[in-house]
Nanobody, 123 residues
Framework: QLQASGGGLVQAGGSLRLSCEAS????????MAWFRQAPGKEREFVGALRRSMRMTYYSDAVKGRFTISRDNAKNTVYLQMNNLKPEDTAVYYCVVRINWNVDYTSARHYSYWGQGTKFTVSS
């Protein structure tokens, strides 16, 4: 089970950190990622972390502002978001996949999904 938290309301230019804990799991997924879906829009890739290679990947929309990290001891992945913009308002989903897939920006490759956590960036 993936439990995401950290949503809320933040002003533009502010920061927020989302957390996603994989509870009740004994596996160590190689791919952990975040997707988001804004009202009236399709779900989009935000960023991904490849555990084995210690690599992170981001969409152009968030590159330089968002950072994904992981605490292996807590089986938790984080999404640190800085310089937030109103267009970042969305429901954010954490997702995992046991093995890395080269098509990591596609949601269909991820097996496990969190329930989503919502936050709003006010202008």
């Amino acid at each position: 089970q993936l439990q995401a938290s950290g949503g809320g309301l933040v002003q533009a230019g502010g920061s927020l950190r989302l957390s996603c804990e994989a509870s009740g799991q004994t596996f160590s997924p190689d791919a952990m990622a975040w997707f988001r879906q804004a009202p009236g829009k399709e779900r989009e890739f935000v960023g991904a972390l490849r555990r084995s290679m210690r690599m992170t990947y981001y969409s152009d929309a968030v590159k330089g502002r968002f950072t994904i990290s992981r605490d292996n001891a807590k089986n938790t992945v984080y999404l640190q978001m800085n310089n937030l913009k109103p267009e970042d308002t969305a429901v954010y989903y954490c997702v995992v996949r046991i093995n890395w897939n080269v098509d990591y920006t596609s949601a269909r490759h991820y097996s496990y999904w969190g329930q989503g956590t919502k936050f709003t960036v006010s202008s």
